[in-house]
Nanobody, 134 residues
Framework: EVQLQASGGGLVQAGGSLRLSCAAS????????IGWFRRAPGKEREGVSC????????YYVDSVKGRFTISSDNAKNTVYLQMNSLKPEDTAVYYC???????????????????????????WGQGTLVTVSS
């Protein structure tokens, strides 16, 4: 059974950092495209960052570029989201997700729009809350 466990959220002041972890079980995550998403209060779910399985490309939504970094530890079957220079608008519940093993974002999608689209993901973790105070 594919399972994802997100952790690492918490309360942090603006300008601070947090590292989220997404531990995968029941599958080898590097065979799958993995994404981080968030849902802020009163807003729709948004793709934050993703890791394309077929070539290791990474993508970020514009609002976090230069501040967030997605990475992985194959030995631990874990994907991380390092979040620096946090802003109050980053406050949200953050989710990790895995796409179906037989699907990968197309290589011609240089913008990452497919990789960051939540509809493309099959498996979801339970979410971890990040609160950034001003």
């Amino acid at each position: 059974e594919v399972q994802l466990q997100a952790s690492g959220g918490g309360l942090v002041q603006a300008g601070g950092s947090l590292r989220l972890s997404c531990a995968a079980s029941g599958f080898t995550f590097d065979d799958y495209t993995i994404g981080w998403f968030r849902r802020a209060p009163g807003k729709e779910r948004e793709g934050v960052s993703c890791f394309r399985n077929i070539d290791g490309s990474t993508y970020y939504v514009d609002s976090v570029k230069g501040r967030f970094t997605i990475s992985s530890d194959n030995a631990k079957n874990t994907v991380y989201l390092q979040m620096n220079s946090l802003k109050p608008e980053d406050t949200a519940v953050y989710y990790c997700a895995a796409a179906d093993k037989n699907w990968s974002p197309p290589l011609w999608d240089h913008s990452g729009s497919y990789c960051l689209a939540s509809a493309m993901y099959e498996y979801w973790g339970q979410g971890t809350l990040v609160t950034v105070s001003s």
